[in-house]
Nanobody
C-alpha cells in the first residue's frame, strides 16, 4: 500500500528558500505521477506543481512559475519541491499526492489523486 510522508516545512522570511520532500513507501514511486498541492487558511486546496513518473514532464501553477521547481529521485523514492523567492502568500500546508494516471504530461494540475500525504506547514513571515 503506497504511503506518502512530507517533510521539510518550517518558518522562512520573505525572499527566502525552502525545499520540501515527499517520501514514498509501499510501492515503486516511478509508477506514479506526483502532484504538490497547498491549502492556506480560509482557502481551498490548489494544485501547485506536478511531475510525471520519469520526471520528463512538469507543470506549475502560474502563481509559482519561475520560483518553484519540482524534481524526483526515484532511486530514493522521493519527490522534492524547491521553493525560492518565497512570498507571504505562499504560506500554507503543502501536500503531496500520487496518481497512477499519467496526467502531468497533459498539463493538468488537478485530477482525482489516489494517495495523499498528511502535509507539512510552510510559513513565510518576517
Amino acid at each position: 500500500q503506497l504511503q506518502l510522508v512530507e517533510s521539510g516545512g518550517g518558518l522562512v522570511q520573505p525572499g527566502g528558500s525552502l525545499r520540501v520532500s515527499c517520501l514514498a513507501s509501499g510501492a515503486r514511486l516511478d509508477y506514479y505521477n506526483i502532484g504538490w498541492f497547498r491549502q492556506a487558511p480560509g482557502k481551498g486546496r490548489e494544485g501547485v506543481s506536478c511531475i510525471s513518473g520519469a520526471g520528463l514532464s512538469t507543470n506549475y501553477a502560474d502563481s509559482v512559475k519561475g520560483r518553484f521547481t519540482i524534481s524526483r529521485d526515484n532511486a530514493k523514492n522521493t519527490v522534492y519541491l524547491q521553493m525560492n523567492n518565497l512570498k507571504p502568500e505562499d504560506t500554507a500546508v503543502y501536500y503531496c499526492a500520487a496518481s497512477a494516471v499519467n496526467y502531468c504530461r497533459r498539463g493538468t494540475l488537478n485530477i482525482g489523486m489516489d494517495v495523499w500525504g498528511k502535509g507539512t506547514l510552510v510559513t513565510i513571515s518576517s
